[in-house]
């Protein structure tokens, strides 16, 4: 780290490789945060003078703010909605949707318990917003007759959203409440771990890192059980718990200013190894190729 | 005039005076001593166990590089705190910049000119004591809204927490102040009105300069109290994560306990280690800000 | 000795026995006097900021969300659950400091000599410096896991209201602390000296003498533990849980409202949603009942001062 | 009675013979041997230290059974300290250090196994401001019976006959629960020297109990001790030589003299006679001096 | 000197004729003119309230030019509330009022076009308890001439002069540049005088100077004043008679006197002479009691 602060200059395309100066604003999903992080720590190794500012208000917080002209890069994990395309419009904002990686959702359980797999059904009936179940014999009479120990993320977490939104699809898009909610993904590790009827939800490689001490659990949608893993989530198998998570890119900024021009394209060149960083399934061939297609859509 | 009618008073019974033993160390005197020295070293215990167990924890990273290098994702074992760091000064001295000069007029103003008799200063002495005991968070509203009303789009910079934390600290500066001037004896006062001095030369040149010592305690314990501050900072919208020091009042900056706050959340054990090492130099800073201000008082303390 | 020359007044009318006593101008007096009046009223000018920044985002908040929506036990805008939640975390974290802080008052103010007051009054004020991120952490990872569950074997959530409030009450101590020996130290020493020329020994002139002197400066130190209790967000944030409980059982998890304001303004909610106002809502909310507790609390050292 | 003029510059060379003027407002109600009889306490070579600095030196007093005894001499000279030793209330103050012996009934109390607070229940107190405690009339007169654990048959009883021995049952029997603040400064005094009388103590120190009342109150004070001796030895401490004149069996005069090196006032004990020989027949230059009003 | 015993019942009825026993102390040096020469002030119909209390009522006085006048009486009679008035200190204390004159070479200084600030440049204060400024003797000695706007030559001439004016140059001429702090009580007191006469008032008000210092530094305080009269009008509260009269050229004695309603200690003036008349011959019986050491 270290090396001198260079001097903030706003714009001017003065060559692409590693020259430029000045500084970049990111904002928005705290998800996709560590990639972006993990971008600029990787550049400023290259390049101290390009200044990036990351920050993780959340998937809609950082539309809010990217629409408004404040920053540079949003990140999401969803796309974009009908209202935030209206707000970037009504303000003139162009943008370019970048896919950076794979998120799987994991559903966990104390290796103690004996559950291998559920159907999205059975997810519902767990998480669902009208669901008084206690028992895990009430979601299958095969499953054993255990108390449900429920933890998952709070509800302004974007996980929580994909959950309800995506997995659940419920109309209230909630889930349940009555479970121990907290943004550390640690207390729903030591909380499921810790509990013989526990369960819980988050990132795969979060689960990854905690294999040791919590079982994953194989999801059934419709086409037998899938286990999670960065192969099943690539394919578009493990299904509907894998998302892809997004970069925004102003194309007026990207075009205007080399700073964030040359954050973008490290980004994007190295994106195997940030997403490992970030702890995120890095995209397969063909969806990389897509993205590198898009990012030279920009200059165009 | 009635005098007594005990005349026929009997003759005084002595109590024995060497019993040998003291009433002031009787079994029930002597419990309710320990259970005050329990009070008092309860709350030093506890520090003791959070600092110990704290230092425990990060003790694997007390190296420069915590406060050399910058945040690190790619390599958590040899993250560091020095954006964080060093925006927290930044923001200490740009509080300081602005809460100090401000409280210390508005004090004057309630101690030396102010007629306490009027309700509108009454009005605002007690709105002074509710002030200091609004929750932090509200501060951060409070100048987010400010900074949009002065016509300032950037969020994250340098103004915007410092704004926060000295609106934050005001109330404190304040009256301290104002306990300091008040502890100047009337007597100063009085003798260079006396001499045809105005109100304003007597504060000027006897009752502040007087006063000094317990105006830099007060605001060296208001400003250890902002230090700590995370929430405010979060609300007015302090990045996350940068790698750039800081450079003037509208630089993007991080502040240490907003770093120490979002590395609480991860999930690596190294980024856990380097939060509990980075807790005990926050807890320097405050210490060390706190061991200033006794030295003031004690150094500087005047016997009238 | 001879001070013949400085006789006579000092009058610019030259005239010997009439000095000009005129009122004079002091421009300069006149603009500090304004700068520093100007400077007091920025108090009352950052409430009614505060009012301001809260009440026009609660205005939207609600035109979408009805009355009895938002003073509801039940549903995403409901505030009682984290009314009562700070209510259980506030009365643990009292009966943590009030007679901690009493005590630790009794003990500076009338068993410790001058000389270790003045080292052990600021080492109890650190804790109160002490940023509260850090408390929070450690309720987190030590009292909870260590404390709670290993060593009193108690059934407690990971997140609960128990450990929040016994922190926070390790917080609050110096408040209580500091102020209540302010005012047993302005017991005047001859009440003291009383009792003692009586035949009493330290414990009863301290509790019988002084604590009831200091009555009202000691009520007023805890209603100010209260409200620091009531408005302090971090602890809560970390240590009291981030979900919506009515449950009066300590050993829950349950969000309190500065924990939900912390949770709300660092999460999803794109700014002026009606989610995101809930925030100003809630903060409009604990800023009304710091200001009565405040007021209720100045009230009552107005009203009850002892004039010794 | 001689009025004539003197310069300034002279007069502080010419002594004036015409010492004793108080003497006149003596009033004697009784002969007064010329030791005290029976002493209920002794003071024996008593040194008092604040910290390094020397307060008092070596004072030797006796005070007789039912006697009053006043301490006088210029402000600073010691007197307040040598009484607070009497009970020992100078072991509240914060470095404070006693030397000598100081003798009640025989007893040395600064004896290590005395227990100060024996000592303060058998020498009672009353204070230059009256100094009730925040609680209601009755309240005050009981705080000592209950704080020292005294076997009382019936607490409103003795609540009545102290405020009777003080002269004060009738002017506050209907509002014995008000709270005690509501009396005059007079009146407060008065209760101060009824809780004093409500433990029955052996010995009354008083310093100063007249100083912050008015003329009225002062003389109701006076008389109450004149009473009061007849079952208590009393020992005052006054700044008003006319009230030591008036109501005194015997005047102990001090006087505060700087040291040659430190420059600390040192008090000591210049005389100790009887209240009407050393008014009218002072030993010492500084006691005619100052009963003279040439300083103080 | 009659010292014949009286009982404790009978002496109050017994008027003592023996009055002005402390003139012996007065030593005049010089004549006293029936009426104070060229008053410098005259105080009519002066009333003072502490918000509703009633403190000071009705006082007339006038003080001579050249002339030291002394007022007297017992604590809480309104001395020193009077002695504030006359400066306009009172101004400073919150929920104070004045009613009533106080002229100043024939100048109303409470008429709304005075200004209370001149006012304080021509009249000088010096306290009870010496209050130097924590800054050097010079810089103590300097303040006033600095803050008035006082045109000086030399700076340094006029702290010598004052110094001198207070007799303390010979004591201080080679730490000027030292804490005034560091000077014993007296000498503070001395360097508080000198203060004030660096801004060359006309008029000097003390409230009791003396209080607080040890008998040699009041004697130098007395001749001090004794040797300024020469040059300013002095008007001084004491508490101690004798001093009063020693250094006086009139006196006003005060007393307080009980509301028949509120129960207030109203302050006022029972009497104002020729200090060797008052001494001598009161007019008053209170006076007389006051001054024959009956209370006070
Ligand atoms: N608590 C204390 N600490 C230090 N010095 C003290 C203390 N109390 C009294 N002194 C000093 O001891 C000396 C004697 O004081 P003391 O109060 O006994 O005098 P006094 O004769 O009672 O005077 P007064 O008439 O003013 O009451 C004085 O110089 C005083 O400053
Ligand atoms: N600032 C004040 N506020 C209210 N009452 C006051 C104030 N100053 C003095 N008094 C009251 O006014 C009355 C006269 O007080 P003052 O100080 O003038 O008396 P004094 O004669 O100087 O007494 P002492 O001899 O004790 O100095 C007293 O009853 C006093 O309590
Ligand atoms: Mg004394
Ligand atoms: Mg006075
Ligand atoms: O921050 P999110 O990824 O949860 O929107």
Request: aromatic letters at 8%; glycine letters at 10%.
């Amino acid at each position: 780290g270290g090396g001198d602060a260079g001097q903030t200059s706003g714009g001017g395309g003065e060559g692409e490789a590693g020259g430029a100066s000045g500084s970049v604003i990111v904002d928005g999903s705290s998800t996709v945060f560590p990639m972006s992080d993990a971008a600029a720590e990787l550049l400023s190794e290259e390049n101290p003078e390009v200044q990036t500012t990351v920050s993780e208000s959340g998937t809609g917080g950082g539309f809010e703010r990217f629409c408004n002209g404040e920053t540079d890069i949003s990140d999401a994990s969803r796309p974009i909605e009908e209202d935030e395309i209206a707000a970037c419009e009504e303000n003139g904002i162009e943008y370019t949707e970048l896919q950076v990686a794979t998120d799987a959702l994991t559903m966990v359980v104390n290796p103690d318990l004996d559950v291998d797999c559920l159907t999205v059904d059975q997810i519902t009936a767990l998480w669902g917003p009208d669901s008084t179940a206690t028992n895990w014999n009430e979601i299958d009479p095969s499953f054993p007759d255990q108390e449900i120990a429920l933890f998952g993320p709070g509800t302004d977490s974007g996980t929580y959203d994909y959950m309800a939104n995506d997995v659940i699809g419920a109309e209230s898009e909630a889930t349940r409440s009555d479970y121990e909610a907290s943004e550390d993904d640690n207390v729903i590790v030591q909380g499921v771990a810790g509990t013989e009827g526990g369960t819980g939800y988050f990132g795969y490689t979060y689960f990854e890192e905690n294999a040791d001490s919590l079982k994953a659990l194989a999801i059934d949608n419709g086409e037998g059980c899938v286990e999670p893993s960065a192969e099943t989530a690539q394919a578009g198998e493990y299904t509907p718990l894998a998302r892809p998570l997004f970069i925004y890119v102003n194309n007026a900024k990207y075009n205007d200013n080399a700073a964030t021009a040359e954050y973008v394209d490290f980004y994007i060149e190295n994106l195997a190894d940030i997403a490992e960083v970030g702890q995120f399934i890095p995209l397969s061939e063909d969806l990389y190729a897509e993205t590198q297609a898009n990012l030279e859509g920009i200059a165009g | 005039m009635s005098i007594a009618t005990t005349t026929a008073r009997r003759t005084v019974e002595r109590t024995e005076v060497a019993t040998g033993k003291s009433k002031e160390r009787s079994p029930g005197s002597i419990a309710f001593l320990v259970a005050l020295w329990f009070s008092l070293f309860f709350g030093v215990m506890v520090l003791i166990v959070l600092i110990v167990d704290t230092a425990i924890n990060g003790a694997p990273r007390f190296d420069t590089e915590l406060i050399t290098n910058y945040a690190s994702r790619v390599s958590p074992e040899t993250t560091g705190f020095r954006a964080g760091i060093l925006g927290t000064i930044f923001l200490m001295g740009f509080t300081a910049l602005f809460a100090v000069p401000l409280g210390i007029a508005a004090a004057v103003y309630l101690e030396e000119f102010a007629d306490n008799e009027k309700w509108y200063n009454r009005v605002i002495e007690v709105n002074l004591q509710n002030l200091a005991a609004v929750p932090a968070i509200v501060y951060g509203l409070l100048a987010v809204a400010t900074m949009a009303l002065m016509g300032f789009s950037e969020t994250g910079t340098v103004l915007g927490g410092s704004l926060a934390l000295a609106l934050l600290i005001l109330p404190v500066v304040i009256i301290t102040t104002r306990e300091a001037l008040r502890s100047v004896p009337r007597e100063i006062r009085d003798g260079s009105l006396a001499l045809g001095a105005t109100t304003w030369q007597t504060t000027w040149r006897n009752t502040l300069p007087a006063a000094i010592p317990g105006i830099a305690t007060g605001t060296i314990l208001g400003l250890s109290r902002a230090i700590g501050e995370a929430a405010p900072l979060v609300v007015v919208g302090l990045a996350g994560s940068l790698r750039f020091d800081p450079e003037g009042l509208m630089s993007q900056i991080t502040a240490l306990p907003m770093q120490i706050y979002s590395l609480t959340s991860q999930s690596q054990e190294d980024f856990r280690v380097a939060a509990s090492a980075a807790i005990i130099v926050l807890l320097v800073l405050v210490l060390g800000l706190n061991a200033l201000a006794i030295i003031i008082r004690n150094k500087f303390q005047r016997s009238w | 000795m001879s001070a013949t020359t400085t006789a006579g007044p000092s009058g610019g009318a030259g005239l010997p026995g009439a000095p000009d006593l005129r009122r004079r101008t002091r421009p300069a007096e006149a603009v500090i006097k304004v700068v520093l009046r100007t400077s007091a009223l920025l108090s009352i000018a950052i409430t009614v900021g505060i009012v301001l920044a809260l009440i026009g985002p609660v205005i939207d908040f609600f035109g979408e969300v009805t009355f009895g929506e938002f003073f509801s036990t039940e549903g995403r805008f409901a505030v009682i659950p984290l009314v009562t939640a700070t209510f259980m975390v506030t009365v643990i974290a009292l009966l943590v400091a009030v007679p901690l802080g009493l005590g630790a008052a009794m003990y500076l103010s009338e068993y410790a000599s001058r000389r270790a007051r003045k080292f052990l009054k600021p080492t109890v004020e650190l804790l109160a410096g002490v940023p509260s991120v850090v408390y929070g952490f450690f309720a987190l990872t030590f009292v909870t896991p260590n404390l709670l569950q290993d060593i009193l074997n108690l059934d407690v959530g990971f997140t609960n209201a128990l450990a929040a409030g016994l922190v926070l009450g390790v917080m609050i101590i110096p408040t209580i602390a500091s102020l209540a020996e302010d005012a047993m130290s302005a017991v005047p020493q001859a009440m003291r000296q009383g009792s003692f020329a009586m035949g009493a020994n330290r414990m009863q002139t301290t509790l019988r003498v002084v604590f009831p002197a200091a009555l009202s400066g000691i009520a007023a130190a805890i209603v100010l533990g209260l409200s620091r209790a009531v408005g302090e967000t971090m602890i809560v944030a970390l240590a009291a849980g981030a979900v919506k409980n009515m449950s009066l059982d300590p050993r829950d998890g349950m969000q309190t409202m500065t924990g939900f304001i912390a949770q709300t303004a660092g999460g999803e909610n794109p700014v002026g949603s009606t989610a995101y106002n809930t925030l100003f809502a809630v903060g409009l909310l604990l800023f009304v009942l710091t200001l009565i507790i405040n007021v209720i609390s100045i009230a009552l050292v107005r009203r009850f001062r002892q004039a010794y | 009675m001689s009025t004539q003029p003197a310069t300034a510059s002279t007069r502080r060379s010419e002594p004036d013979h015409e010492v004793g003027s108080f003497a006149e407002a003596r009033e004697q109600s009784r002969e007064v041997p010329a030791a005290p009889p029976e002493p209920v306490m002794e003071v024996l070579k008593l040194n008092v230290y604040y910290g390094g600095f020397h307060a008092v030196h070596d004072v030797n007093l006796q005070f007789g059974k039912n006697e009053i005894t006043a301490l006088i001499g210029p402000s600073g000279c010691g007197k307040s300290t040598v009484l607070r030793c009497l009970n020992r209330m100078n072991d509240l103050v914060a470095g404070a250090r006693v030397e000598g012996e100081v003798n009640y009934h025989g007893t040395n109390i600064y004896a290590r196994e005395v227990d100060p607070i024996a000592v303060r229940t058998n020498i009672g107190m009353v204070f230059q401001k009256p100094n009730p405690f925040p609680k209601s009339i009755y309240d005050n007169i009981a705080y000592g019976p209950r704080v020292t654990g005294m076997k009382v048959e019936s607490m409103d009883d003795l609540v009545e006959e102290a405020l009777r021995g003080a002269a004060l049952w009738d002017e506050v029997k209907d509002k014995l629960k008000q709270s005690a603040y509501g009396l005059s400064g007079g009146q407060q005094q008065r209760l101060c020297i009824a809780r004093t009388i409500a433990t029955r103590p052996d010995v009354i120190l008083m310093d100063e109990p007249c100083s912050a009342l008015d003329p009225i109150a002062t003389s109701r004070i006076e008389d109450l001790m004149l009473d009061l001796r007849k079952d208590y030895t009393i020992i005052i401490v006054t700044h008003n030589m006319q009230q030591a004149a008036r109501v005194s069996d015997r005047t102990a005069f001090f006087t505060a003299r700087p040291d040659e090196t430190t420059g600390d006032r040192t008090g000591l004990l210049v005389e100790f006679d009887r209240t009407a020989d050393l008014f009218a027949r002072p030993h010492d230059k500084r006691t005619e001096d100052y009963i003279s009003g040439r300083f103080g």
